[in-house]
């Protein structure tokens, strides 16, 4: 199965405002630069993706983000009618959208500054079978195999539409494929991979078809007007 990738710098474009809703338009008011920087772009690009899919104008893209577990309408593995599995993650300064041929997909992009405090992170979020591996790692590889540990757990949870709901020290990632004995996770096998990516980040995938490659794609791809296209 192949993977299509975006990964987009995230900086104020107020020519993406445009590719929003109403609605989406006066959230963004709403949110502190960064925060609005992160939404604007999210949105769009999601609305772009969506647009190319299925073969509809970006404002006719309507993305379900309800649980499929609970039924909120806010906090679910968004999905598209018609288009394929997705999914979208960020830091402040990238932003990741990563779309399967096959199958259920998650992705996260974590930024180092997120492993800040291995020590204390690793006794939240890591099984005790992973935190023992990490207390035995020479402790200048702490902080970089708890960011990897991490952004596989994210990956994984997403996939599973459980996100933060599933705890992270119940989902296994030392090895190729995700366990947990969570309520609601998969029955498939969930694969797990890495991502290349700048800045120091670190990002993950999790999908339950084995990735054979990944096709990094541009949001000109998409058919963004030259105007907005990113530079």
Do not use: Y
Request: aromatic share 4%; glycine share 8%; hydrophobic share 45%.
């Amino acid at each position: 199965m192949i993977v299509d990738v975006w990964l987009v710098p995230v900086r104020p474009r107020p020519e993406w405002l445009a590719l929003l809703s109403g609605a989406e338009r006066a959230r963004a008011a709403r949110l502190p630069a960064p925060v609005a920087d992160v939404f604007t772009a999210s949105r769009a690009l999601q609305r772009l993706w969506g647009a190319s899919a299925i073969g509809v104008p970006p404002s006719e893209v309507v993305i379900d983000r309800s649980c499929e577990h609970c039924g909120d309408p806010g906090h679910g593995r968004p999905r598209l009618d018609g288009a394929p599995e997705f999914s979208v993650s960020h830091t402040d300064r990238w932003l990741l959208l990563a779309a399967a041929e096959k199958g259920l997909i998650g992705a996260d992009i974590e930024d180092p500054a997120a492993a800040a405090d291995p020590a204390g992170l690793a006794g939240v979020v890591l099984s005790a079978a992973e935190h023992r591996e990490f207390s035995a790692a020479p402790p200048a590889e702490r902080a970089g195999r708890l960011l990897t540990a991490w952004t596989r757990k994210e990956a994984a949870m997403k996939l599973a539409g459980l996100g933060l709901a599933a705890a992270p020290a119940r989902v296994d990632v030392r090895g190729p494929l995700a366990r947990s004995d969570v309520p609601g996770w998969p029955r498939e096998p969930v694969h797990l991979g890495s991502l290349t990516v700048p800045d120091g980040h670190v990002a993950a995938l999790a999908t339950t078809v084995p990735v054979e490659a990944v096709r990094r794609r541009t949001v000109a791809e998409l058919g963004l007007p030259v105007a907005a296209r990113v530079r």
